[in-house]
């Protein structure tokens, strides 16, 4: 397993942006691709991005996609979330978790961190 915790998240309004990070501890962050999900209230948690191990692939779901950037630092065990543009309807817990794949599915994820709050106001 590998331990997760989630910061950078704040209050916004629409149009500005955040960065947000997840730094793991032990050896073993570089072994898995990362990803961030969210949950919104009252709402499932949701796929956001996806990167590979090595950081040379990313995915992301439509409604993020060209407005977020994830990215990773394996010497600094820590992942990122680029966002930009924010929307209110980006307002969620962000999560990272861990994966041995790149996917989009949620129960292939494990070791969740306590996640980040992110509000966009209009």
């Known amino acids: 397993q590998v331990p997760l915790v989630e910061s950078g998240g704040g209050s916004v309004q629409t149009g500005g942006s955040l960065r947000l990070s997840c730094t793991a501890s032990g050896r073993t962050f570089a072994s898995y691709a990362m990803g961030w999900f969210r949950q919104a209230p009252g709402k499932e948690r949701e796929f956001v991005a996806a990167i590979t191990w090595s950081g040379n692939r990313g995915h992301y779901t439509d409604s993020v996609e060209g407005r977020f950037t994830i990215s990773r630092d394996n010497a600094a065990n820590t992942l990122y979330l680029e966002m930009s543009d924010l929307k209110p309807e980006d307002s969620a817990v962000y999560y990272c978790?861990?994966?041995?794949?790149?996917?989009?599915?949620?129960?292939?994820?494990?070791?969740w961190g306590k996640g980040t709050l992110v509000t966009v106001s209009s």
């Open positions: 978790a861990p994966v041995t794949g790149l996917t989009t599915k949620q129960p292939y994820y494990d070791t």
